[in-house]
């Protein structure tokens, strides 16, 4: 059965500490990795993207890495900003794209941050 | 930038209601999703449409619900016999391709009485 596992599930940082959420999975086949920021009562917001092929990516103060041999995942959030308080997803998608087995989400983290 | 849109934002409905949850997603996307998150809990698959019939759904999604692209635009969730544990954010999402970039709208909060 696909899983994605995310830990820790809670995380309370100060403004402008960097932090890093990890991410497991085992979904197969696999096609790509997501992070989504969702704010609470929102819907999620795309991060990043990453494929098989792509080891580290970036937006802004995101920096999201992929391991697919140990099928690891981590996103950086540097210099935190109150803004960053959200949660975290990771989703996985399978080759077969859009379905029940498409997109596999985890339970999140969910980041605090503290001025 | 485009996105997708839901509407209401809330409902509340009585148990054994009717409601339709409204999308509008992205116009040139093909494949559309519903997805629920229960308070507290992590976003469960419901549904995915593509090509206006069902290609995937979960165990979740039972006689109770249905879906439907009525024209060009809209994409509707109906919940036909509501019951309390249905009370949960909806969240519609699409995609341009089945294994791309996947945008969620805002979400419709069901709260059942």
């Known amino acids: 059965k696909n899983q994605v596992e995310q830990s820790p599930q809670s995380l309370i940082i100060l403004e402008g500490k960097n932090c890093t959420l990890q991410c497991n999975y085992t979904v197969s086949p696999f096609s790509n990795l997501r992070w989504y920021k969702q704010d609470t009562g929102r819907g999620p917001v795309s991060l990043t993207i990453m494929t098989f092929s792509e080891n580290t990516k970036s937006n802004g103060r995101y920096t999201a890495t992929l391991d697919a041999d140990t099928k690891q995942s981590s996103l950086h959030i540097t210099a935190s900003q109150l803004s960053d308080s959200a949660s975290y997803i990771c989703v996985v998608t399978s080759y077969s794209g859009g379905g029940a087995d498409g997109l596999t989400f985890g339970k999140g983290t969910h980041l605090i941050i503290q001025p | 930038e485009p996105e997708v849109t839901q509407t209401p934002s809330h409902q509340v409905t009585q148990m054994g209601q009717e409601v339709i949850l409204r999308c509008v997603p992205i116009?040139?996307?093909?494949?559309f999703y519903w997805y629920r998150q229960i308070l507290g809990q992590k976003v469960e698959f419901l549904v995915s449409f593509y090509n206006n019939e069902i290609s995937e759904k979960s165990e979740i999604f039972d006689d109770q619900f249905s879906v439907e692209r009525p024209d060009g635009s809209n994409f509707t969730l109906k919940i036909r016999s509501t019951k309390l544990e249905d009370s949960a954010m909806y969240f519609c999402?699409?995609?341009?391709?089945?294994?791309?970039?996947?945008?969620f709208g805002q979400g419709t909060r069901l709260t059942v009485v």
């Open positions: 999402a699409s995609s341009r391709t089945g294994v791309g970039e996947a945008f």
């Open positions: 116009s040139n996307h093909l494949y």
